[in-house]
């Protein structure tokens, strides 16, 4: 049960945005924010799983993920309303409400609410380092095993961070983050929903901010 949820921190935390296929969608709510998120991981993140966390003798088609207890895990940190269903050891989806405050996402300035009821979801160094800070320190820890500029404050080009993950974890599983890309579906109040992709390294790599909004751009508040 303990290395199942030692994997799910891993890969839900570590390779959230660095999956192969993500989308991220989020919606305004009574709560506040409902959000879902689909995870799809490649053949190189399956391997390089199986050898950090190898199956039992027998086992091998065990899967990586306890659904229980990552609802449990996540609703500590303050998210709501969590459900969560995982297909053996490929794809994991994630969908709770995350309330004005006292959660990870809000405090941290990742999810914006403006004053019309629409949700705003913004990326850069300063509130991705805020979400880190949040974080419980296991949760925390397995951040770290990205080396993510974003993360970490130090400064380098998208192909040096690609290069320094190929150097640690192979170029198998380097490809397939340089590949990766997440698609997010902001929804707004008006029923229309923007929808925008951003390849997985600019995410982890960040600079400046980077905005997905419930609402088009030049429309008034």
């Given at each position: 049960?303990?290395?199942?949820?030692?994997?799910?921190?891993?890969?839900?935390?570590?390779?959230?945005?660095?999956?192969?296929?993500?989308?991220?969608?989020?919606?305004?709510?009574?709560?506040?924010?409902?959000?879902?998120?689909?995870?799809?991981?490649?053949?190189?993140?399956?391997?390089?799983?199986?050898?950090?966390?190898?199956?039992?003798?027998?086992?091998?088609?065990?899967?990586?993920?306890?659904?229980?207890?990552?609802?449990?895990?996540?609703?500590?940190?303050?998210?709501?309303?969590?459900?969560?269903?995982?297909?053996?050891?490929?794809?994991?989806?994630?969908?709770?409400?995350?309330?004005?405050?006292?959660?990870?996402?809000?405090?941290?300035?990742?999810?914006?609410?403006?004053?019309?009821?629409?949700?705003?979801?913004?990326?850069?160094?300063?509130?991705?380092?805020?979400?880190?800070?949040?974080?419980?320190?296991?949760?925390?820890?397995?951040?770290?095993?990205?080396?993510?500029?974003?993360?970490?404050?130090?400064?380098?080009?998208?192909?040096?961070?690609?290069d320094s993950v190929a150097t640690v974890y192979g170029k198998n599983v380097a490809d397939e983050?340089?590949?990766?890309?997440v698609k997010f579906n902001i929804h707004g109040t008006d029923a229309r929903t923007n929808s925008?992709?951003?390849?997985?390294?600019?995410?982890?790599?960040?600079?400046?901010?980077?905005?997905?909004?419930?609402?088009?751009?030049?429309?008034?508040?």
């Amino acid at each position: 049960m303990m290395k199942q949820i030692t994997v799910f921190l891993f890969l839900a935390v570590s390779l959230f945005f660095t999956s192969c296929k993500s989308s991220v969608s989020v919606k305004p709510s009574a709560v506040g924010a409902d959000f879902d998120v689909s995870i799809s991981f490649g053949s190189a993140f399956c391997g390089l799983f199986s050898a950090v966390f190898p199956s039992e003798e027998g086992d091998e088609t065990r899967s990586f993920f306890d659904d229980a207890q990552i609802a449990q895990v996540l609703t500590a940190t303050g998210i709501q309303n969590v459900r969560v269903k995982s297909n053996g050891q490929t794809s994991l989806q994630i969908s709770g409400s995350a309330a004005a405050s006292g959660n990870p996402l809000v405090d941290s300035g990742i999810i914006v609410f403006s004053p019309d009821g629409n949700v705003s979801l913004v990326f850069s160094l300063q509130n991705l380092q805020a979400l880190y800070g949040l974080l419980p320190f296991e949760l925390a820890s397995y951040i770290d095993m990205l080396m993510a500029p974003a993360f970490t404050g130090e400064e380098m080009t998208d192909g040096e961070y690609i290069d320094s993950v190929a150097t640690v974890y192979g170029k198998n599983v380097a490809d397939e983050l340089n590949d990766g890309e997440v698609k997010f579906n902001i929804h707004g109040t008006d029923a229309r929903t923007n929808s925008s992709s951003l390849s997985a390294v600019k995410l982890l790599n960040v600079t400046g901010t980077v905005r997905f909004c419930g609402k088009r751009a030049g429309e008034n508040d």
